[in-house]
């Protein structure tokens, strides 16, 4: 009933960790596919190890999350250690890689990216780190292009690219690195940036001072953005943004998304919310008498 | 509840030894032994420390100066601002009747509070107290009947808190410990309890971020749990499948060391 695949990618069924949730480690990985994740995908690696903002990296607010990580990572050359065997993981594994250039977005694909992965995803829209992301005017289209066709070149495995619901130029964006060579779009990294300050000592409270806005806040947004997308690209959607329940996951379906991103979920439901979104999902289907999920991507366009 | 800080001012300071000290926040929180809560000091950092003392209305966390977070946290005096937030983490359970406690540095911190509650529920408690030298030893004053050592021998016996544990065993019928404290001790610690049969439980210490369950950093090998979240304490059956308890952690970056 959920069975799905994507770019050729077997997944029992269409939930996806998202990444920089949980990805530090492949044991957290390999949980997350034990708690019913149909794949995951890891937390982005760079060439050199990264710190990270400090903390506070993460907080909430009434309407969803805020992030500002700074993409720490242990680096190319440790990643490659941590993130081998990863048949351990007993799931499809998504590989996600950063770099400040297009050739270094080609170097991190050719050296980290092994067959072990299902795939592998640029996030060209991170919102809080220097260097990366929309700070570093990843997300326009040339530079989307720039990096995708770079990337694509330097490996079989199919490459999915994440961009921003903040871009006005959405479909511009990914008819870019469609044409890149991009076998799917992720949609879409967090949201913002936004603040929350303390009144009392006066400061914002994320170190970062800004951070990315996730969770309940999003997803009418991410709903939006892959609805606007799916009218844009023949290519598949990977629909990210604020979803935590079956009823939020058929949503993004119907929007256009074959498949589904659950970052902050994680937060609001624990690493269960994979196998309780399932659940929801059939339950709904059962009650509606939808046999394939892929029967309904894209429903709401008709 | 919301994941942010609450500012509150620091009620008091206590020296504990040389290098430790105690910081009281008049502020209520609903937290049980072994829980932790992430301090924060605006534009410097945030970082977990288990609460040590919980009084009506009042808690306390006691700190060991060990690096620049812990250096300007004791530049602060009395009325300052600091931000708390938790409490988070899976406490001690209460379980057992004739229980040991074993407490190595700054890991005492947590089980002070345990041996407190403990007490009061009316069970037979044993605490031993370890630390390198004694500028690291805190709790005489409050625990005048638990059992001190270091391991240069300048305060209470000299020696490790497990061959007090091994001790203690031989004359009691101890049949359940709970520890806190380096890996090194805890790994002996967990021998000794597989040893002579007794539950355990231990609380781990690995390098804590968002201090929830959702950033990944404390995640343990190979069952994947968050110690932030499923621990920081966890029980014995848990602890023996935890391949990396006693020989590695990870950085700030999720670079493996030893």
């Known amino acids: 009933m959920l069975r799905t695949d994507i770019c050729g990618i077997r997944l029992d069924n269409p939930t996806i960790l998202a990444s920089g949730i949980l990805g530090v480690t492949k044991a957290s990985l390999a949980n997350c596919i034990r708690n019913g994740a149909?794949?995951?995908?890891?937390?982005?690696?760079?060439?050199?190890?990264?710190?990270?903002?400090?903390?506070?990296?993460?907080?909430?607010?009434?309407?969803?999350?805020?992030?500002?990580?700074?993409?720490?990572?242990?680096?190319?050359?440790?990643?490659?250690?941590?993130?081998?065997?990863?048949?351990?993981?007993?799931?499809?594994?998504?590989?996600?890689?950063?770099?400040?250039?297009?050739?270094?977005?080609?170097?991190?694909?050719?050296?980290?990216?092994?067959?072990?992965?299902?795939?592998?995803?640029?996030?060209?829209?991170?919102?809080?780190?220097?260097?990366?992301?929309?700070?570093?005017?990843?997300?326009?289209?040339?530079?989307?292009?720039?990096?995708?066709?770079?990337?694509?070149k330097e490996t079989k495995l199919p490459v999915f690219v994440k961009i921003s619901p903040n871009t006005q130029s959405l479909g511009d964006v990914a008819k870019a690195a469609?044409?890149?060579?991009?076998?799917?779009?992720?949609?879409?990294?967090?949201?913002?940036?936004?603040?929350?300050?303390?009144?009392?000592?006066?400061?914002?409270?994320?170190?970062?001072?800004?951070?990315?806005?996730?969770?309940?806040?999003?997803?009418?947004?991410?709903?939006?953005?892959?609805?606007?997308?799916?009218?844009?690209?023949?290519?598949?959607?990977?629909?990210?943004?604020?979803?935590?329940?079956?009823?939020?996951a058929i949503e993004m379906i119907m929007?256009?998304?074959?498949?589904?991103?659950?970052?902050?979920?994680?937060?609001?439901?624990?690493?269960?919310?994979?196998?309780?979104?399932?659940?929801e999902m059939e339950e709904f289907m059962q009650q509606e008498g939808i046999r394939d999920i892929k029967e309904i991507i894209g429903a709401a366009h008709a | 509840m919301l994941e942010q800080p609450i500012t509150v001012k620091?009620?008091?300071?206590?020296?504990?030894?040389?290098?430790?000290?105690?910081?009281?926040?008049?502020?209520?929180i609903d937290a049980k032994p072994g829980q932790f809560v992430m301090l924060w000091i605006p534009r410097v950092n945030q970082k977990p420390f288990g609460i040590s003392y919980m009084q009506e209305g009042r808690f306390g966390?006691?700190?060991?100066?060990?690096g620049s977070f812990t250096e300007k946290l004791f530049e602060k005096k009395p009325g300052d601002l600091v931000g708390i937030q938790g409490p988070y983490g899976r406490p001690f359970d209460t379980r057992g009747t004739n229980i040991a406690l074993v407490a190595g540095?700054?890991?005492?911190?947590?089980?002070?509070?345990?041996?407190?509650?403990?007490?009061?529920?009316?069970?037979?408690?044993?605490?031993?107290?370890?630390?390198?030298?004694?500028?690291?030893?805190?709790?005489?004053?409050?625990?005048?009947?638990?059992?001190?050592?270091?391991?240069d021998g300048s305060c209470g016996l000299k020696g490790f808190t497990t061959e007090a544990l091994t001790s203690l065993i031989?004359?009691?019928?101890?049949?359940?410990?709970?520890?806190?404290?380096?890996?090194?001790?805890?790994?002996?610690?967990?021998?000794?309890?597989?040893?002579?049969?007794?539950?355990?439980?231990?609380?781990?210490?690995?390098y804590i971020k968002c201090g929830f369950g959702v950033c990944g950093q404390c995640c343990v090998d190979p069952l994947g749990l968050c110690v932030c979240k499923e621990g920081p304490v966890f029980d014995k059956e848990v602890i023996q499948r935890i391949s990396e308890f006693g020989r590695y952690h990870r950085d700030g970056t999720g670079r493996r060391v030893s």
């Not at chain 1, 806040?217 to 023949?234: E, G, M, N, Q, T």
């Not at chain 1, 439901?269 to 979104?277: A, K, N, T, Y």
């Not at chain 2, 966390?61 to 060990?66: A, E, G, L, P, W």
Request: charged content about 20%; some cysteine; proline content about 6%.
């Open chain 2, 105 to 151: 540095g700054y890991g005492t911190a947590p089980l002070a509070f345990l041996f407190e509650k403990l007490n009061r529920m009316g069970k037979k408690v044993h605490l031993i107290i370890g630390a390198r030298t004694k500028d690291l030893l805190t709790f005489q004053d409050r625990f005048p009947n638990a059992v001190f050592c270091t391991d």
């Open chain 1, 38 to 152: 149909g794949a995951v995908t890891m937390k982005s690696i760079s060439k050199e190890p990264r710190k990270g903002h400090n903390n506070p990296i993460i907080i909430t607010f009434e309407a969803g999350m805020m992030n500002a990580v700074g993409y720490s990572n242990p680096g190319l050359l440790e990643a490659k250690k941590e993130f081998s065997d990863l048949h351990e993981v007993k799931g499809p594994v998504i590989a996600s890689v950063i770099g400040t250039t297009p050739e270094e977005f080609a170097q991190m694909v050719r050296d980290f990216v092994t067959d072990d992965f299902a795939a592998v995803e640029l996030p060209l829209s991170c919102p809080h780190t220097p260097g990366f992301g929309t700070l570093a005017g990843q997300g326009t289209p040339e530079a989307t292009y720039d990096i995708t066709k770079a990337a694509v």
């Open chain 1, 255 to 279: 929007a256009g998304a074959s498949a589904v991103g659950i970052g902050t979920g994680v937060y609001y439901r624990g690493p269960e919310v994979f196998r309780l979104i399932c659940r």
């Open chain 2, 10 to 28: 620091i009620a008091g300071i206590k020296d504990e030894a040389k290098y430790i000290r105690t910081f009281f926040f008049d502020h209520h």
């Open chain 2, 61 to 66: 966390i006691t700190v060991c100066k060990v």
């Open chain 1, 178 to 248: 469609e044409r890149a060579g991009a076998g799917a779009i992720t949609c879409g990294n967090t949201l913002g940036p936004g603040m929350v300050i303390d009144i009392r000592t006066r400061q914002p409270i994320l170190d970062f001072k800004v951070g990315g806005i996730s969770g309940p806040a999003l997803r009418p947004i991410a709903v939006r953005c892959v609805y606007d997308i799916y009218k844009s690209v023949k290519i598949p959607i990977i629909g990210v943004g604020g979803i935590q329940t079956g009823r939020d």
């Open chain 2, 170 to 206: 031989a004359r009691e019928d101890i049949d359940m410990v709970y520890s806190c404290g380096p890996e090194i001790m805890m790994k002996s610690v967990l021998d000794i309890c597989e040893k002579h049969g007794i539950d355990c439980q231990l609380s781990l210490e690995r």
